[in-house]
């Protein structure tokens, strides 16, 4: 099963609005990454945040990770019709198990951001 | 430039053949990473492999098989075991085994059988 799961799975608006997208997890994490997708493309690295840390940023983007509750966040701001693109959030699991080091990718959510 | 290549971009397949999708990097990484795609969904790991001359199984690797004999190249072959292979594959590199770093895709190759 995956373990992480985005929500929305599809999210519009327009472009200057804000974009927030959820991911939860299930079990402990060294890291969490979020990941773009332009239709059927590769995918790019956007952010990858630590089990030890609460909040991160790179540009008009804004991630926030809370343990406690095994979810993470991802915002962008000002959005532009060029952010339109598939967002996926994957998780790294902590070390030991047979997991070790692999990246589990969640569903994703498509974001169309409309001029 | 340096960078990860996928090829063909699109490949057909007949029924009962077997075919190689590559996939080369330039980046110096030590890992590299297949991964499978369908139609809405997120990526599941195919193989990975932490150094050459090494690979393990991922998720779902029945039906696949890989070759890690160059540090820059990482070979996917589609058996005619898969039963379902029509998807969009992704190859992906990192500098260091494991989830520990960032990956870095290809542009993939979107496998069809007719």
């Known amino acids: 099963s995956q373990q992480g799961e985005e929500d929305p799975q599809a999210l519009s608006i327009q472009e200057g609005e804000n974009a927030t997208m959820n991911c939860s997890y299930k079990t402990s994490i060294n890291n969490l990454q979020w990941y773009r997708q332009n239709s059927g493309r590769g995918l790019v690295h956007l952010i990858l945040i630590r089990s030890n840390e609460r909040e991160k940023h790179s540009g008009r983007l804004r991630v926030t990770l809370d343990t406690s509750k095994k979810s993470s966040s991802l915002l962008i701001t000002a959005s532009r019709a060029a952010d339109t693109a598939s967002y996926f959030c994957?998780?790294?699991?902590?070390?030991?198990?047979?997991?070790?080091?692999?990246?589990?990718f969640g569903q994703g959510t498509i974001l169309t951001v409309h001029p | 430039d340096g960078g990860i290549t996928q090829s063909p971009k699109y490949l057909f397949r007949k029924e009962g053949q077997n075919v190689t999708l590559s996939c080369e990097q330039n980046?110096?990484?030590?890992?590299m990473y297949w991964y499978r795609q369908d139609p809405g969904q997120g990526l599941r790991l195919i193989y990975y492999s932490q150094i050459v001359n090494d690979f393990q199984k991922g998720d779902i690797a029945e039906g696949y098989s890989v070759s890690r004999e160059k540090k820059e190249s990482f070979p996917l072959t589609v058996t005619s075991a898969q039963k379902n292979p029509t998807a969009f594959y992704l190859c992906a590199s990192s500098p260091a085994s494991g989830g520990y770093n960032e990956q870095f895709f290809g542009p993939g190759t979107r496998l069809t059988v007719l």
């Open positions: 980046l110096n990484h030590d890992a």
């Open positions: 994957a998780t790294v699991p902590s070390a030991g198990g047979t997991s070790y080091g692999k990246l589990t």
